[in-house]
């Protein structure tokens, strides 16, 4: 050890020196009166603390139970799980409003449906009126004469029809 | 042929707690709760300042410690472990409540040493108003310091624990502490040995 290092001293106290090193620095503190003062007050500070320790008051802190008590909470308490499980009623919840929704406005529309498809672009007036021109092609008149027969129209295509 | 050995060290019996907790045992937890608390108690009330907070801080370190109890690598370094939790706990709770009261104590660092009284044997002896001036004097230390003081000096972990649970250099272990006794030192000594 190098003189006077106060570390070295605490070391001692604290039992923490192999037996070579405590015995050199006892050897030192002998002869050397500012360590022997620094060593009187590391003793002063190891009682008081020892003493402070011993009247460490019974705090509720200090009864398991208690301890015991908050550890079985955490099962019902973490945030996590429970932020998720609300995030998922909340889009189960917002699918629920756009179904209703949907078939509220599915159910309007039905009850003025029977006018209303009149506009559609293949409502039920307007196929017949393309099958009928497919149809009245004259000069397929074999065709003709064959779907009047199956009661169908065999040509898709009104364009092919009309040639 | 079966040798008995010795009896076992209090090490080996904190061992084999740490184990069975590690393993579920809730008697186990109970006894190393038991062993610990008051020290970890002691630890947060001198940060805190405040018996009421050192309380609920006390219960949450122990709940980390409840959760983490397999993290700990180092069987032995349980109380050095303890109280590392329960720094970072003072430290959350501070940023929490928006406290911050470092007391500017660098002047006094350098100028106390050499008009120190020595202590006399009555010294030793903690009354309840020495006691009192203690604590007064330890919360006027910075909080780093004195956490890292009472690390030492009260709870009795090496150096290189106190670098570890601090987050600093061994040396600046040894700097911090070396003031931190001098001013509180400084303090006490109107109340030591009949000097000045």
């Known amino acids: ?163 | 042929m079966v040798l008995a050995g010795a009896p076992p060290s209090d090490m080996d019996r904190e061992r084999t707690l740490l184990r069975r907790a590690r393993a579920g045992d809730p008697a186990a937890f109970r006894t190393l709760f038991e062993r610990h608390a008051p020290a970890v108690w002691r630890f947060l009330r001198d940060l805190l300042r405040d018996e009421a907070a050192a309380d609920e801080a006390t219960q949450e370190t122990f709940v980390r410690a409840h959760g983490r109890l397999g993290a700990l690598r180092d069987e032995d370094r349980l109380g050095a472990w303890l109280l590392g939790i329960a720094r970072h706990v003072y430290l959350e709770s501070r940023r929490s409540r928006g406290v911050h009261v470092d007391v500017d104590d660098e002047a006094h660092a350098s100028r106390v040493e050499a008009v120190l009284p020595t202590p006399t044997p009555e010294d030793l002896l903690l009354d309840r108003e020495l006691e009192g001036l203690l604590s007064e004097a330890l919360g006027m230390l910075r909080e780093d310091r004195r956490a890292a003081l009472l690390l030492r000096i009260d709870h009795g972990l090496p150096y290189e624990e106190i670098a570890s649970v601090m987050g600093w250099s061994l040396q600046k272990v040894k700097n911090e502490i070396h003031r931190a006794r001098l001013q509180l030192r400084e303090q006490l000594a109107a109340h030591v040995g009949g000097r000045p």
């Open chain 1, 1 to 163: 050890m190098s003189a006077c290092r106060e570390t070295d001293l605490d070391a001692l106290l604290a039992g923490e020196l192999s037996p070579e090193d405590a015995a050199r620095v006892d050897a030192h503190v002998d002869t050397c009166p500012a360590c022997r003062h620094a060593m009187t007050w590391l003793r002063l500070e190891r009682g008081w603390m020892a003493q402070r320790a011993r009247r460490t008051p019974a705090r509720p802190a200090l009864d398991f139970a208690a301890l015991e008590a908050r550890l079985s909470r955490p099962a019902a308490r973490p945030w996590v799980p429970l932020r998720g499980a609300w995030t998922n009623w909340g889009r189960m919840l917002m699918a629920a409003t756009a179904a209703v929704a949907f078939v509220g406005l599915s159910l309007t529309q039905t009850q003025g449906g029977v006018t209303s498809l009149v506009d559609e672009p293949f409502g039920r007036d307007a196929r017949s009126s393309l099958m009928g021109e497919a149809c009245e092609d004259p000069s397929r008149e074999a065709v003709a004469a064959l779907e009047a027969s199956l009661g169908a129209c065999l040509v898709a295509s009104p364009l092919i029809s009309s040639r």
